[in-house]
């Protein structure tokens, strides 16, 4: 069985293992104040072009989601995203479990829009009983979307104005970053995300580390104590050393060409993601989305997904109807050049 | 002006005053402890036809909610509701501030069904990343419905009839209970709420007392300990007679006939509801919702809505187009008979 | 039986229930925003001499301790209280239910002291690993205390300056502000307490009203939204005005001499209640605390506590030793002088 | 520097390592659903004899602790521990973050009684206001403790006899279990932790991982969706494998000899800081606890500890006068044997 339903199926890029078992039995401080996470949280403001941004690392996505929101706003405030949004229907109610309500918006290619959060707001605000509902304090994007699409520039500009004018913190769900950023078709930039966005994240977990998120604050308002708040949540690792390591060795010599293995790896998922789907394309199947990078959506006649789930493990995502079945195609940056020949093969046979 | 916008607008029936001044200098056990309590909660027993049912009195019904849905889940839980639900959209995000999600339904009428319980249920449940996904653990209803409608028992029945197969609770909230019960088009009584529900309440506030709703527990999973969540949550009224001599007055004299004020009043005020919306039909104008209680919906031309303004309140919900305005006309315990005569006149003269 | 056993057990000041019988059949707006809540909150600021204060209007005292302190505190924090704090043992932990610790502190006469708040945040900050503890991020204490203690405004002044120099919020639980105003110990009028403090509740429903807490916001930082908070914890009235009717009634004529129900009634008690710790310091005993107003405690031997209980109603607080019952007796503004006449010849025959 | 301040500062023990490389390009399902955190689980069970408990893997001690409990407790319940307990005074409030309420007892040498248990239990079920407290649900304690004290088996079991008996939960965090079981003086196995406990875990971090906390469920009731709970805190690993393949590595072989690395390991530490607490008695200066695992507190003078800090890292733990420090040695497994022969030639030549 080939594996392509997920980004998260091996283990680590060899760089992290590597410098993992060269620094084993270094002797640092815990909780992540050690030198190894200073360096990579300099890295990254480096990267970000962001030299005053607060850097902290999670083990993972969940939980850096519902730290930073629940730091983020205030008791009676919820969190604007798509209806779609990853806190909203895959997280097992972690962001209610804070007491904040998620606020769902209609999504179209798994993106919200500018124009959507100042309706929402101005609805809410002309609202006369608007203090009987959930005051909108945040808005929550995931770039790659859940669905794979890519937020542009232009996008990404309209809702930070849109957030800056209204008073909301926006918040950008990077788990994805690298395969978003080294899309062919993406026109954003670290920096561009630390100049439009208040917090946002690079994703090491799907990425090629073990394990690893790393969020960046830039909006002075969210920095102070804020590792209270990764405590009291359980995010803070006793060997806080292992998140900043990961990160040095995935950004090892990045000069902002792509070229350390975060990026480069990234670059080759989306190619060959983008080959599943011309492969799929050729057969005369569209992908279900504007998807750019690494993952990759369609709804298959059963007979295909019966042949294919014969070799390969897909992400089932439902059956819209009784001859077709909903799948996703992931790659990673673990995903071997052999298997994804074998793919294109078996889809061109179909 | 005259006031149609809500049902809470004025005080209290008479016959709760008197009996509030009448006990005023008597010294009772505070909390809820006192024998005014224990004989309302009897009488509503009685009326229940529940007698192993435990009563509690809340002062208002946004604590009802939260704290009988809080003490009923597990942490994972969320609790299923029309889109339209009181909770979900006018209570601040007071569920979510406890830990757990409002699952939002599509409604119809204001009203969802048990088939569509079981669809969500069924599809959480056959989905491989059901532990992602908040657990539905309850049904909430309103009955009347925050548009006025009134679930049928047929419909009742059938959704308890899936929570019960399905493992879930199923709560009613009965803010406007009374002007549910009178209506002409209503087949619900008391004991079939009990035998149907797993916690349901008989709202005071809207129905003639002061304040108070009187939480009926008919599940016995969900007795034990109730009173310490009543109390975590601010909810136990330190003279917690008052919540009890208010029902006692309000339901006096009751025997199943709807002879009391509780029952009389409320009965009252969805005739003088029902002559509004003939009314407006009269002049060609239909409601927007088959509401058969208390509660008028209907989408104003403006110049009808401009000119009914300058002398009555409404309950404004929005403008869906540039030259409509959509209202609710109101009716309760308390509304005058001429206040209603002089609305009717000048709706025939719109 | 005579019930000296709380300061809750009737109803209302007869001006009270005169006030919502005169106005019972007016038509309001709901939810506190009436003319009466205007003003009695006007009133309230007057007497506080506090023109820019927000005030706000709860039913009960615990309601409003957990929306003051959740409103008010960042998710980290907790709130430094004595470990006899009310917050802290008798409200079924209901700060923790929003997700703050409450931070206990030893006490003296059921009060704690500026030293013992700055040390606690002085260790706190010292801590190297302070990022695992609670930050204190508000000092909460009752006045009276819940040992019918009083702080002294030198007291007061102390813990207010050391709150405003560390950056933490100063909250007064005053529910029973009337007795400790009116103890004739009492060096703090309500203008100091709108001084000294960031927020502050009048207390009514141990003082004359059927229910009702005036809570007085002076910081600016905590004014905004608040409305919102009460709302999601279930604290908004429907029929708001009701709390701003008792008020009403209560300071009637107040013009900062004590000549309105709230202070006149509350005088009375507190002179009946050192009458009763006179009584038995004649017969040799002392009271357990340095008590001058309406709350008394005294560890009474068991044969004096069999026979004062086969006729009065008294708060047991637990049996020290095997020979002794600690009791309370509380007066109130309801409390019959032929009452407290009988009392005190039962305990001068003891 | 040679560090001793934690047992949490070096990487992992090499097995560790060596099995996450040599499975690092193997395709698994996620969040802990692979054939790794199967074989774990299962090996887990063995060791504990206990063939139908649940094994949940964690990555770290604050995360399963507060899980656990919010999974366990009701909303009106908290849980009882040591006033030293990790829970109660190092997780920044997470479990009141979670809505419950540590219940501190005071504690000898770090531990509690089961007759401190019964006591507290008493005396809230005797108070007539019982409703007004928080209700005990649950007892948590550390074995070894905060202070590196070991529960006796016999200790232990009147602890389970009394959670038995009075319906509470007996949750053991074993975040140092590695060194508890091996220390000369232990009396318990892991068969009794699993017949004495409802809930515990053998710690990983701390004792040869890179991070990961297995726990133990035996109790039937707190079984069924516990994934959903740990999902919702953000503690559901994506390669939940790394969790598996670590305690994989560390209980490799072990048959209940202790000769596993996790095992053989703990044991060497844990003679390393018996001879550590040795070189100081030879000094004539006695450790702060009768412990007899792998942390060591002592009240130095100040000239011993300016000596020492020199060259050593040590966890500072406070003041307790001008001329003394109090501080705590840990050892690990990844002490090495010549860092132990420096410091106790040393504390030899103070």
């Not at 083990?59 to 989601?65: C, D, F, K, P, S």
């Not at 790393?214 to 590792?227: G, Q, S």
């Not at 060997?239 to 480069?264: N, T, V």
């Not at 690494?294 to 439902?318: C, E, I, K, T």
Request: charged content about 20%.
């Amino acid at each position: 069985m080939l594996r392509f339903e997920c980004d998260y199926g091996e283990g680590a890029a060899q760089p992290v293992l590597d410098l993992l078992q060269k620094t084993n039995l270094e002797q640092t401080s815990g909780y992540g104040e050690d030198a190894y996470c200073a360096a990579a949280a300099d890295k990254i403001r480096a990267l970000c072009d962001a030299p005053d941004a607060a850097v902290h690392f999670f083990v993972g996505a969940t939980q850096a989601n519902l730290t930073v929101i629940d730091a983020a706003l205030k008791p009676w405030q919820g969190v604007l995203c798509a209806e779609t949004g990853h806190i909203h229907v895959h997280e097992t109610g972690s962001i209610e479990a804070t007491g904040h309500k998620c606020l769902a918006l209609p999504a179209r290619e798994g993106k919200i829009t500018a124009q959507q959060v100042r309706d929402a707001v101005a609805a809410h605000r002309a609202n006369p009983s608007h203090e009987h509902e959930v005051q909108p304090g945040m808005v929550y994007i995931s770039n790659p979307t859940e669905v794979g699409t890519l937020y542009t520039k232009e996008e990404l500009t309209a809702l930070s104005a849109a957030c800056y004018e209204l008073g909301l913190y926006l918040f950008v769900d990077g788990a994805r970053m690298a395969y978003g950023l080294m899309s062919p078709r993406n026109d954003l930039s670290l920096p561009d995300y630390a100049a439009l966005c208040d917090v946002f994240y690079l994703g090491g977990t799907k990425c090629g580390a073990l394990f690893g998120e790393a969020v960046v604050i830039t909006n002075d308002d969210l920095k102070p104590d804020f590792r209270y708040a990764l405590k009291q949540h359980g995010g803070m690792l006793a060997k806080g050393r292992l998140l900043g390591l990961q990160f040095l060795a995935l950004l090892d010599g990045e000069d902002g060409s792509g070229s350390s293995p975060y990026f480069a790896l990234a670059a080759e998922a989306d190619r060959q993601a983008l080959q599943i789907r011309d492969a799929f394309a050729a057969k005369g199947l569209a992908a279900q989305y504007d998807a750019p990078a690494n993952q990759q959506f369609f709804v298959l006649p059963d007979a295909w997904y019966d042949a294919l789930a014969a070799r390969y493990a897909m992400s089932p995502m439902g059956k819209p109807d009784a001859r077709h079945t909903a799948v996703r195609f992931c790659t990673s940056w673990a995903t071997r050049p052999e298997a994804v020949a074998q793919l294109l093969a078996d889809i061109a046979a179909l």
